[in-house]
Structures are given as C-alpha cells and as structure tokens.
C-alpha cells in the first residue's frame, strides 16, 4: 500500500490539517476544491481509512486522522528535507537566485529586486521567470524556484512570507470624471471586466467584494491582459479595477477606490522555504524589499 500512496495527495492532507479548511487548502496549492477534495479521497482510500470530518464548524480530524496526519506531516518533512540537501550538494558554488514573479509584480519592484541581489554579502546573478499564480506556487513547492514575488491573496502552509509591497487600486473607467475617489459602495454598481484568474487580480477582486458581502457584476467575458482591459473599458463594456502601476499611462481615465474613506490597497509578498539553501539570502533580500516599500 505505501508504495501506492501519492505525495501530492500527502501534501493535500497536510494542507488541510494546517488549514483547517479544504478550500483554503486547494488556494495554497493553485487548484481547485474538487481537484484538492478528490486527491484527499484517494489518499483515504489507499490508507482504508477517513482522515477527517466536515461540519458547519468546520474541518476536524477523524481519530484515524489524529494518528496518521503526525506521521504524514514527517515524511514529508524528511522527503523536503532530502531534496533540500540534495541541491546544497549538487549545486554548492551555485550563485543564482531564481525569482518567480506574477505578471501583476509592477517593474519598479523587480528593478527594486535586481539591485538588492546585487549587493546581497555575496552579488549574485538574478534569473527571473514570469508565470501564473499556480506554475510559480508549483515550482517554488518543487524546489525550481528560489523565491516569489506574488499577490498576497491566497495562504501557502509552511512557508516563509514578507509583505514587500502595497499599492492602491485604482477603478479604470470610460470617463474619469476629474479623478475623484470613488466608494467601493458606488463602484459595485457597474459592471466589472475580469482578466483570468492566473496572476492575482481576480482572486483579490472577488475576494474585495465578498468581504463586503457585495454582489461582483462581471463582464460576461474575459480580457487576457491589462491593456485589453482599458482598451475595453473605453469600449463602454464595463470597469476594471488595477493596481495603479499597472496603468499603461497616467492619462487613463481612472478613479481611486474607496472604502468608507480608506483607499483600497492590495499587498504583494515574497514567499521562500525557510529549508532553501540560500534561505540566508533569501530572508535578507525580503526583508530589504520590504524595508524599501
């Protein structure tokens, strides 16, 4: 049977465990509920045994499950703790820092990162890599990338986090009517033109609204990048809302958001693995991205 057992699943459970929560769980890996729930039903499957209970209250351990998750949480620990020393002695004069970033990381916090590398105790080269929200989660997790510099809008368990950034959001419109800062309250009203849901913006979108237990009206299809989306705005098809970095230009109609007279922020993280072989450098590289915000 534990030859048969996959690690993915393992990881689901753990997860979870840490969690208390399937869908938050699912959030941290970049999948989704049922892919998560459906990996965890294997993994019980496989051990003949249930793991945990749902209720209104929330996710519990079953009794099976108070036993098994210790001992899942430690091979796991062991299996991270292989590859971790497996790279340090593989790659002993490595002298890259391989940054993930999300495509909503404006350029001024990755020229921000390029510099601090550089004048890390011992300069290293910066190797960067672009991708959605759920590849550089899913290399960070497999070791491919060092660090990441994403959107803080999803929990990742058992890793390292520093805010490093926060902006304000801003409500593009077809007329910006001089500028004036417009309430989350007023904002709802329109309808709202979304990007997929791969780099952030959507995530912390649907999450503003339901936090105000506000309906989000959205646009019945999808713009692929943040230029389409003022291009469509201008259309009249709707409103988008943007971190202001992501503004092509100054002169884009736009509105700041409000809420209750609060401007509307969102923060950016780095996450790295405390276990990582260059954690040292890691740690000092967020914490100066952090200290420059």
């Not at 045994?49 to 796991?76: M, Q, W």
């Not at 790279?87 to 921000?112: A, C, F, N, Y």
């Not at 001089?178 to 904002?187: M, T, Y």
Request: net charge negative.
């Amino acid at each position: 049977m534990i030859e048969r057992l996959n690690l993915e699943g393992l990881r689901y459970a753990r997860a979870v465990a840490e969690t208390k929560s399937f869908s938050a769980a699912a959030r941290a890996y970049g999948v989704t509920q049922p892919a998560l729930s459906n990996g965890i039903a294997k993994l019980e499957e496989r051990l003949d045994g249930k793991l945990f209970d749902r209720s209104p209250r929330g996710v519990t351990p079953t009794a099976f499950g108070a036993r098994l998750l210790p001992l899942i949480e430690r091979a796991l620990e062991a299996l991270d703790a292989v590859a971790a020393e497996a790279r340090r002695l593989t790659e002993p004069g490595e002298q890259k820092i391989r940054m993930g970033v999300s495509p909503l990381i404006g350029s001024h916090l990755v020229g921000r990162a390029f510099n601090m590398v550089c004048e890390l105790p011992v300069p290293r080269d910066l190797v960067l890599r672009e991708a959605n929200m759920q590849d550089l989660r899913e290399s960070l997790l497999a070791g491919e990338l060092d660090i990441i510099l994403i959107p803080a809008v999803a929990a990742m368990p058992r890793f390292q986090h520093r805010v490093i950034d926060v902006q304000s959001i801003v409500v593009v419109t077809p007329e910006a009517e001089g500028g004036a800062p417009i309430e989350l309250e007023e904002a709802g009203k329109e309808q709202f033109i979304l990007v997929p849901d791969t780099c952030g913006l959507t995530t912390f979108t649907t999450q503003l609204f339901e936090a105000n237990e506000m309906p989000l009206r959205a646009y019945p299809g999808e713009a692929v990048s943040y230029q389409v989306l003022e291009d469509w705005t201008k259309l009249g098809l709707g409103s988008a809302l943007v971190p202001r970095s992501k503004l092509t230009s100054p002169d884009v109609p736009h509105r700041p958001l409000m809420d209750q007279g609060r401007e509307v922020q969102i923060s950016f993280e780095a996450v790295w693995s405390a276990d990582a072989p260059l954690a040292a450098d890691l740690l000092r590289l967020a914490d100066s991205l952090a200290a420059a915000r």
